[in-house]
């Protein structure tokens, strides 16, 4: 049923719609049958962005000619699952040109805080659960560390920030109900929960792809990674063990440092976004007329 639909779906939008070009930010929604029916009617180049970083149960099965990566050495991960990708052309961050450089800087209502802690959708993801570590990283040692963090550092000022679209899960705030840690889902600025990143000291996620963007626009960021466990968000990324805290002993060390660390390998993790849009375009206008083969 799926095959027939993707099939009369993909024919009847291009027997509609003409172009050249065709760029997606679904880079998980790719399919070679959409990509059959668009180039059989003219189409020349398909390509996709990289909205997420690439973990592996995000990365299976994508089609397309170019990916237009986050960082330097990225992608590579799907043709190693299954996908076919022809080139990979590092452009940075379409969402934080949009959201932060594209806007005026707004932070009239957003919060200032030491530490930030960007939240993940956790409640109906299954995708999560891709090896048997997740379930006692995320809601075992991860929570807890926030917990101590809250305990250990009552004077400094920990917010929560989730996804303007979160749906609560019952047991993550059970779990940090009786903390000191403030929780902000609506976004209060028109540059979103990037705002809140550049309002605070430090910047800290389970896996928010916010963190390689961050890196790779000179703020500084950590994944928390208990145990360093955490190949199935970060396999893809080079560069990064600097970046990613194995132990809530590590973690206090960060935070309890008066010196700031320098970012080494920012190109690997997010190009500098402000021209990620004229990159896209000026790459797409450069392979125009160039023939994808295998």
């Not at 990613?244 to 190009?271: A, E, P, V």
Request: positive net charge; hydrophobic residues 30%; glycine residues 6%.
């Amino acid at each position: 049923n799926i095959l027939t639909y993707e099939i009369f779906k993909s024919s009847h939008i291009f027997s509609k719609i003409k172009g050249k070009f065709y760029l997606t930010n679904k880079f998980y929604g790719t399919s070679p049958i959409f990509n059959y029916y668009f180039k059989k009617s003219g189409g020349k180049i398909t390509s996709c962005t990289q909205k997420n970083i690439l973990s592996q149960s995000l990365s299976l099965f994508v089609y397309t000619d170019i990916m237009f990566t986050l960082g330097k050495g990225q992608g590579k991960i799907c043709n190693q699952l299954g996908g076919d990708i022809k080139k990979f052309i590092p452009v940075g961050s379409l969402f934080m040109e949009d959201s932060w450089y594209k806007k005026k800087k707004d932070f009239k209502n957003v919060p200032k805080a030491d530490i930030l802690i960007l939240g993940v959708n956790t409640l109906y993801n299954t995708r999560h659960y891709v090896n048997n570590n997740y379930k006692k990283d995320y809601y075992g040692a991860y929570l807890n560390w926030l917990k101590n963090l809250s305990k250990d550092f009552p004077s400094k000022k920990i917010i929560l920030k989730y996804h303007n679209d979160y749906t609560i899960d019952p047991q993550e705030q059970k779990k940090l109900e009786k903390t000191k840690i403030d929780f902000l889902i609506k976004n209060t600025s028109i540059n979103s929960s990037y705002a809140n990143a550049y309002r605070s000291k430090i910047v800290l996620s389970f896996s928010s792809t916010m963190i390689v963007e961050l890196l790779g626009n000179n703020k500084l960021a950590y994944f928390l990674d208990p145990g360093l466990r955490g190949d199935q968000w970060f396999r893809d990324i080079k560069n990064l063990k600097k970046y990613r805290i194995g132990t809530y002993k590590k973690l206090k060390q960060i935070i309890n440092q008066k010196k700031r660390t320098s970012i080494n390998f920012k190109s690997y993790f997010c190009k500098d976004s402000k021209y990620t849009s004229d990159l896209i375009f000026k790459n797409l206008r450069k392979t125009k007329n160039k023939i994808f083969t295998k």
